[in-house]
């Protein structure tokens, strides 16, 4: 049965949704009992992984409490165990983890390196499964007419190779939307929403680079169809959707008309189809997703970090009423929480996963950086997060900040920020999740609003200064930009003592912050450009600090007309 057979077949899903709704209840009923779910989860894999090299060089047949664990195992991240995590990938057993790693999952983290995150069978069972199916809830609960046909989902981060690349012990490295989970792991349920629509395996051959032809072939073939919702994880990725639409619009056209795809025959032309997408497209003078399909009502993507500040208003172009749903809290390491409800933008800790422990933001981690435990946490707060699970990463800092909304049962809920790294010109030492509440602060006085931004420290006299790069959603005269320059200064003094002591006192080390106003499509074609260079979409993510001189200048292009520093 292939998967377009699969989410047609009643009794698949059936069990589908049973699955979805049965790791919700038991990831809720967890909450209730945190602490002894985390000592467990220790427990596990204290015992499962004590035989290996990692294991007994740090003596975990010994550790018996979270202090004891505390005391054995140094707060690490990439850095530290990657040269354990390639003696696994050369083949070597029974270094991190008692069984072998099935794949490595890739993940670019801020810095463009292919990390190698080991994927063990036992992880999966036990961490990975139980969050990833109950994330699915609260779109197949309020939304279930998204599986009432394979082709019903647009899956943008769907992605898988036929031959992907290997690690030394000939084990896949890839990412983790590019992972059959049915054959590699034994889940033949795990199948994303989205997966056995038409435009899942194109029919038509694509080199593994070429990601925009793949993109532009999906979207050709999508709108054929009735989509209910757009999956794409990486917000980025759904706010590049219309401008491809628009960009690609006139060969979309001829090629449903002529029925072909990629210019290869493909089905029966389609001449009324074609006609209904000109119409479209002559009513508005352009085209919007919410056009194509009118029954879209829901998006399943990341909801905070940049992305807060635009996609309320981008939610519109998919239609009125659309639903933005928060995926997971997670990275290919590992998840951190899943939203059970509708919550805009957070999720409960996933207790049954790993053992949590964070530490405030605002501190530089290290090896003996003292760690909270969830309990200890304050609503309104940041913290790094630091996740150990059986998987074989073991106090690792991710390199995610994550903010406490409120509590369930005694549980934080959690949601995204930003990256850990810091901007720190003048010893301002500014996180992105700071820089984006400032902005969404400056926005909210002025009533402006913008599609994206990105940030860099500029060289000058008498000393450094931030400039930030916006693509406004409307134009915004000089007169409002110089009132939001000065009101963005004052949210970052409010949300960071560092920038407020950098900027402050005589010969301030921090100069004004300026304004660079970019045309509205600038951080879109950027976008664009990037993917176009071969690198996977679902890696091209919103990114505030941007240093680089290079990307800095293809960003930013020769400002618009009204685009100089204000």
Known sequence: MNSAEAWQDPDRLLRYRERVFLERARLRTALADADGHRRRVLADLLEFNSGTQYGKQHGFDRIRTLDDFRKAVPVQDYSTLGPWIERAAAGEPNVLTADQPAVYFTSSGTTGAHKKIPVTPRFMRTTFFPFYFAAWAPLLEHFPDVLDRPDAVLNLKHDPLSAPPTTGDGRPHVGASQVDFGSRFGEPLSAEPGTGAPWATLPVHVEPGAHLERMYLRLRLAVESDVRCVIGINPAMI???????????????????????????????????????????????????????????????????????????????????????????????????????????AGSLVVTAAVHEFADADQDLGPDTATLDPRELEVGRDYHVVFSHVGGLYRYSVGDVVRVVDRVDGVPRVEYTGRSTRSNAAGERLRDGQVTRALAGALDRTGLELRNVACRVRTQDPSPAYEFAIAPRTPWSTEETTRFAALLDEGLRAESADYRAARSGPGPRLGDPTVLRLDPDAFLRDWQHTVGTGIRPTQVKDRLFRQDPEQWNRLTGRPAAEGKPA
Request: hydrophobic residues 40%; positive net charge.
């Open 239 to 345: 706010a590049a959707l219309p401008y491809q639409l628009d960009l690609w619009w006139p060969r979309i056209v001829q090629e449903v008309a002529d029925g072909t795809l990629g210019g290869v025959p493909h089905r029966a032309p389609n001449p009324r189809r074609a006609a209904e997408l000109e119409r479209l497209a002559a009513r508005r003078g352009t085209v919007r997703p919410g056009d194509v399909w009118p029954h879209l009502r829901a998006l399943f993507c990341w909801t905070t970090g940049l992305a807060s500040l635009y996609l309320p208003r981008l939610r519109e172009e998919f239609g009125a009423g659309v639903t933005a749903l928060p995926a997971p809290v997670a990275a290919s390491e590992g998840p951190t929480g899943v939203a059970l409800d509708r919550h805009g933008s």
